[in-house]
């Protein structure tokens, strides 16, 4: 069975101060995809990065960079200099490979509420 | 449209009643994929379409929850006979053949 655990439920963080999200994976499969998305206090699911289980290169973007870890089974998240702007729920998800895509049957980790106070 | 589109945005029913929940897709994308979120917990996948076919509905709770995708465009979830444990934000994504899903800004329910 796949299973995404977020085991941080909230984050309280300084502005300016760096913060990782924490997401351990289980699956059996050998291919998969692992995603992770922003929830504002909006609303809306914004999607941030996909990984293919095979690429485990390490992905910056701006201040955001993803940490993937195949022996481990983690894709930590982790955001440089927080802004206020960064306050949200953040979700990791995990999906199955569809031919040399996912599927979008994804598995949600529980989330983690991201607070940066001013 | 630029995005997928839901409506209503927030619906209050009564229990009992039947509810229809819309999804307008971005144009062109050949997958629909409908999911649940209850409070403080993550999306939980429904039930998805390639185009006219649902090709998965393993996550529909029970049968009084169904959807439709006729032409392949617009897709509605019917919860009949809505019950409390109903309440929740519905959300629907829409992808081109396998790749990221585009999430709509989602639906919420009440039901009292």
């Known amino acids: 069975a796949q299973k995404v655990t977020q085991a941080q439920t909230e984050i309280s963080v300084v502005e300016k101060e760096d913060v990782t999200l924490d997401c351990v994976y289980e699956t059996r499969d050998t291919t998969y995809y692992l995603f992770w998305y922003k929830q504002p206090p909006s609303g809306e699911l914004v999607f941030l990065i996909r990984?293919?289980?095979?690429?485990?290169q390490n992905e910056i973007s701006g201040r955001y960079s993803w940490n993937f870890q195949k022996s481990t089974s983690s894709f930590n998240f982790t955001i440089t200099a927080s802004q206020v702007v960064d306050s949200a729920v953040y979700f990791c998800?995990?999906?199955?490979?569809?031919?040399?895509?996912?599927?979008?049957?994804?598995?949600f980790g529980q989330g983690t509420t991201l607070q940066v106070k001013p | 449209g630029a995005g997928v589109s839901q409506s209503p945005r927030y619906k209050v029913t009564k229990r009992g009643q039947d509810v229809a929940l819309r999804c307008d897709p971005i144009?062109?994308?050949?997958?629909l994929y409908w999911y649940r979120q209850a409070l403080g917990q993550g999306p939980e996948f429904l039930t998805y379409f390639n185009y006219e076919a649902q090709q998965d509905k393993s996550g529909l709770p029970n049968d009084r929850f169904s959807a439709e995708r006729p032409e392949g465009s617009i897709s509605t979830l019917t919860i009949q006979r809505t019950e409390q444990r109903d309440s929740a934000m519905y959300r629907c994504?829409?992808?081109?053949?396998?790749?990221?899903?585009?999430f709509g800004e989602g639906s919420r329910l009440t039901v009292l």
């Open positions: 144009s062109g994308h050949v997958s």
């Open positions: 994504a829409s992808s081109p053949q396998r790749g990221e899903l585009f």
């Open positions: 998800a995990l999906s199955r490979e569809l031919g040399s895509s996912n599927t979008g049957k994804l598995i």
């Open positions: 990984r293919n289980s095979f690429d485990e």
